[in-house]
């Protein structure tokens, strides 16, 4: 699923000119964030992933939280996308050093 098709279907309607949202903003560092949203003076970091094993989402984690340090941030978020027959949704929190990322499976 292309990222921007998630961000016009359902970010756009909630952010409703309170706000904005950048898709792929590329750092100074020469990397890319999937979604960074402004949203009444509060900065959000979203990672969008398709879920290809544990190890695939280890480094997915490892990556917004690189995303956070480079926005200064303590809280982050990782939207995964699973495809497999028996998935389980699920929502949870992660803690890593200093630094929390709310991870949703869908």
């Known amino acids: ?12 309607p909630i952010i409703n000119g309170v706000g904005n949202y950048y898709i792929e903003a590329q750092t100074r560092d020469q990397t890319r964030t999937d979604v960074i949203v402004d949203y009444m003076g509060k900065q959000f970091v979203i990672e969008v992933k398709i879920w290809r094993g544990d190890a695939y989402n280890r480094r997915g984690e490892k990556q917004l939280t690189e ?40």
Request: net charge positive.
């Open 1 to 12: 699923m292309e990222c921007w098709i998630w961000n016009s279907f359902y970010l756009k």
């Open 67 to 106: 995303y956070l340090d480079y926005y200064h941030l303590n809280y982050g978020y990782l939207l995964s996308f699973n495809f497999n027959k028996n998935k389980k949704v699920e929502m949870k929190k992660i803690v890593i050093e200093d630094r929390t990322i709310l991870e949703v499976v869908v």
